[in-house]
């Protein structure tokens, strides 16, 4: 029986992948190790799907239009931990879970957790704010709803607007984690989630 397990990236990702053929193959040259009819059923965080294909046809030696298909009903960050947890998925490549997912996974049994990579996590303003970086500070100051003007920071008298993700987010996750701990966010509205 295969062992669940999850493949935990510490922060945002963005990746892409390019290939000169539609097909790709391992890089030493060899046949592939899992037919793709065997591949195991994998989901993650959204961020991942680039990473999950490029693995799928890589693993298999699949067309890159197989891979796609292989992530056809990709969950999401949270929604792949408990999918894993029930035995739904094999393997998932997701940032860590949210803290109410931690509690839901409780019930069952652990899973193995390997970090395999770190990224970070970017704050972009628009190329026509004079604020070229801000301190973490600024940022908690920022997200909690203390700093609500761009004045405060250096920039022009103008109300910031702070982008959020959803809570059970695997970004929004991290920013916790990196940055806000349990201090209460700035009150969101639809137009900034």
Known sequence: MMKKAAIILSAIILLTVSTAADTLHPADG??????????PRIDGSLACVPLCEAVASRVTGCSAAQAEE??????????SYLALAKGERDLILAYE?????????????????????KDALVFIVNKD??????????????????????????????PIKAFRRPETSGSQTLLRVLLLGDAPMVEETMELV
């Open 30 to 39: 060899t046949a592939p190790q899992i037919s793709y009819e065997n591949y």
């Open 97 to 117: 879970p949210a803290q109410e997912t931690k509690e839901q996974l409780k019930e069952y049994e652990p899973l193995q957790m390997d970090p395999v990579g």
């Open 70 to 79: 292989t992530l056809n009903d990709f969950l999401n960050t949270n929604p």
């Open 129 to 158: 704010n004079p604020v070229k970086s801000l301190s973490q500070e600024e940022l908690f100051g920022i997200f909690t709803g203390k700093i609500t003007n761009w004045q405060e920071v250096g920039g022009n008298n103008i």
